[in-house]
């Protein structure tokens, strides 16, 4: 069965806010211009949204640009935040409240707005589809069609393929969808991307990329503990020694909370668990007194990309753009990202809108891309926060903070300092042997629960009899390397307890993938010591079905 091929002007892998935000925008311009524009967004969620996981608190300033009548098309930003409550936590039972001079200025909050991403990406999906663009959701991008060194589409997945890749009866070949020009919006840590950095070398000369994992939860709790608005961050416990993150805590609208936690992914004590850290965090009675008597109602992870400014890779290549946190273009010191990405998206279509009106056949380098980056406020604000990850890394939580504080608040910062990450966070794991075994206490089933129950809640599925999504380019390794000198940190990193040790009768070590347990986090594709697991897309809509995360 060959293949199909569609042709587009512009082909847009991902349908989160910078892949849609580059649709919206491109037609936009073309409504603007009278100008005909066929655009596509492929979508490996079973919908848009199903794979959506951001805290969040959204900066509007890119959606004031996009659609400045936002509220009179019903957007849903319906909770503006009212409060920010920030503390360092010293202890399992005390934590301080830090007053505001003390705080980053980029940490407050004014004029923001609490929401699910997984709705605001829905709210675009519906702006870009009346404005005519095709989104096809449960087509995952698996190929790049490379032609004479230049992008020129992408291939869609194959379905029904049984575990060992034989094609069962209900097999379908992907689609080759063409494009002019191809635009690479898949999230953190995305698998083409990961391809297209390395082939194009598009992060020569710049530091690596740093990723933290960042857990939510939604809550429906008690009314009248609920503070519409309200906004907490935390810092300091359960995080211990070189283990840097943070908590939060969203009072979102209908008596529902959103608590989360991240962690940087280079922590260096392999036994640490971040999906346990998150659980004894919602112990602490600055969370507590919130989520007492409440309901637990969904669960998810996914990793995020911290680097900034000095990790951004350069982010167009011959008859492509690299945009979001495709590329790493959140401002951690904000903790938010979804601003910044929808900005690079509509710099992208903008450019490309531009190169293909002014007659570009498609296939080039847009380096104008570049140029409209650099004179962007995108660029200024990753620019003046460049230094907040590394000063966190190698100052600390408390001094790092007290750095960041004085060159945010009274530098906008411009301290002339720069400084350096230069490790991988796949490189920062001590040997277990020198490393204090952690005794997570068991779940209680109130406040903390179990991977499997918490898997449950993010609705994930996948098509059992396929291949495996999870690759391992050497079997042997996971026991012969990983579990003799890290204790097989993959049991503890994955959020999602798709990693175990099985022994047998004889005592024979087995490394097992639970794929099907998989959300999508891309932590083992990070974290992963010896760098031998590879996530790649599974079959189509598989993965978590979020709700409203």
């Known amino acids: 069965?060959?293949?199909?091929?569609?042709?587009?002007?512009?082909?847009?892998?991902?349908?989160?806010?910078?892949?849609?935000?580059?649709?919206?925008?491109?037609?936009?311009?073309?409504?603007?211009?009278?100008?005909?524009?066929?655009?596509?967004?492929?979508?490996?969620?079973?919908?848009?949204?199903?794979?959506?996981?951001?805290?969040?608190?959204?900066?509007?300033?890119?959606?004031?640009?996009?659609?400045?009548?936002?509220?009179?098309?019903?957007?849903?930003?319906?909770?503006?935040?009212?409060?920010?409550?920030?503390?360092?936590?010293?202890?399992?039972?005390?934590?301080?409240?830090?007053?505001?001079?003390?705080?980053?200025?980029?940490?407050?909050?004014?004029?923001?707005?609490?929401?699910?991403?997984?709705?605001?990406?829905?709210?675009l999906a519906e702006q870009a589809e009346g404005m005519g663009v095709e989104i096809f959701p449960g087509f995952p991008a698996q190929d790049v069609i490379y032609e004479d060194g230049k992008v020129a589409g992408i291939i869609t997945g194959d379905m029904g393929l049984d575990a060992?890749?034989?094609?069962?009866?209900?097999?379908?070949?992907?689609?080759?969808?063409?494009?002019?020009?191809?635009?690479?919006?898949?999230?953190?840590?995305?698998?083409?991307?990961?391809?297209?950095?390395?082939?194009?070398?598009?992060?020569?000369?710049?530091?690596?990329?740093?990723?933290?994992?960042?857990?939510?939860?939604?809550?429906?709790?008690?009314?009248?503990?609920?503070?519409?608005?309200?906004?907490?961050?935390?810092?300091?416990?359960?995080?211990?020694?070189?283990?840097?993150?943070?908590?939060?805590?969203?009072?979102?609208?209908?008596?529902q909370v959103f608590v989360g936690l991240i962690i940087d992914l280079n922590y260096s004590n392999p036994h640490l668990s971040p999906f346990d850290e998150f659980q004894r965090l919602k112990h602490h009675p600055k969370f507590e007194q919130y989520l007492k008597g409440g309901k637990r109602v969904s669960y998810g992870a996914r990793a995020i990309a911290k680097g900034g400014f000095?990790?951004?890779?350069?982010?167009?290549?011959?008859?492509?753009?690299?945009?979001?946190?495709?590329?790493?273009?959140?401002?951690?010191?904000?903790?938010?990202?979804?601003?910044?990405?929808?900005?690079?998206?509509?710099?992208?279509?903008?450019?490309?809108?531009?190169?293909?009106?002014?007659g570009d056949e498609g296939g080039n380098d847009l380096t104008a891309f570049t140029d409209n980056f650099k004179a962007s406020w995108l660029y200024d604000e990753l620019y003046n926060t460049r230094n907040f990850g590394a000063v966190m890394h190698k100052l600390?939580?408390?001094?790092?903070?007290?750095?960041?504080?004085?060159?945010?608040?009274?530098?906008?910062?411009?301290?002339?300092?720069?400084?350096?990450?230069?490790?991988?966070?796949?490189?920062?794991?001590?040997?277990?042997?020198?490393c204090p075994v952690i005794n997570y206490a068991k779940p209680d089933g109130v406040l903390s629960f179990d991977k499997l129950s918490s898997v449950f809640l993010s609705n994930t599925n996948h098509e059992e009899e396929q291949p495996c999504h999870l690759k391992l380019a050497d079997m042997n390794i996971p026991i012969s390397v990983n579990l003799a000198k890290y204790a097989e940190p993959a049991q503890r990193y994955c959020p999602a307890g798709v990693y175990e040790i099985e022994e047998d009768e004889a005592g024979e070590k087995k490394f097992v993938i639970n794929s099907q347990n998989c959300i999508h986090c891309k932590t083992c594709d990070i974290k992963d010591p010896s760098q031998n697991i590879t996530w790649v897309t599974p079959e189509g809509t598989g993965g978590p079905n979020y709700p409203n995360m």
Request: proline letters at 5%.
């Open 1 to 123: 069965m060959e293949r199909e091929s569609m042709e587009f002007d512009v082909v847009i892998v991902g349908a989160g806010p910078s892949g849609l935000s580059t649709a919206c925008k491109l037609m936009q311009m073309a409504q603007e211009k009278d100008q005909e524009l066929m655009v596509c967004v492929v979508e490996k969620g079973s919908e848009v949204g199903a794979h959506i996981l951001s805290g969040a608190v959204l900066e509007p300033r890119s959606m004031n640009e996009l659609f400045p009548d936002w509220k009179e098309r019903g957007a849903p930003l319906n909770t503006p935040v009212n409060g920010d409550d920030i503390y360092l936590l010293n202890s399992s039972e005390k934590g301080i409240k830090l007053p505001n001079f003390a705080v980053p200025k980029t940490m407050h909050n004014d004029g923001n707005y609490i929401v699910s991403m997984g709705n605001v990406c829905r709210w």
């Open 164 to 255: 060992e890749g034989n094609q069962k009866d209900s097999y379908m070949p992907g689609m080759e969808l063409r494009a002019k020009y191809t635009v690479f919006a898949e999230g953190c840590r995305g698998h083409l991307g990961k391809e297209l950095i390395s082939k194009f070398n598009l992060d020569a000369d710049k530091q690596p990329q740093h990723y933290g994992i960042g857990f939510k939860e939604i809550w429906d709790i008690d009314p009248e503990l609920h503070q519409e608005g309200l906004v907490v961050h935390t810092a300091g416990w359960p995080l211990e020694g070189d283990t840097t993150g943070g908590g939060y805590l969203y009072h979102a609208e209908n008596n």
């Open 396 to 434: 600390g939580t408390f001094m790092g903070g007290a750095y960041n504080t004085l060159d945010q608040n009274f530098f906008g910062g411009k301290l002339p300092f720069n400084f350096s990450d230069n490790s991988y966070d796949h490189e920062s794991l001590k040997l277990a042997s020198e």
């Open 310 to 358: 000095n990790s951004l890779p350069k982010m167009t290549m011959p008859g492509a753009v690299m945009v979001g946190c495709d590329a790493g273009t959140i401002n951690f010191a904000k903790i938010k990202g979804n601003h910044t990405a929808m900005k690079s998206g509509m710099l992208a279509a903008e450019t490309i809108f531009n190169a293909i009106t002014g």
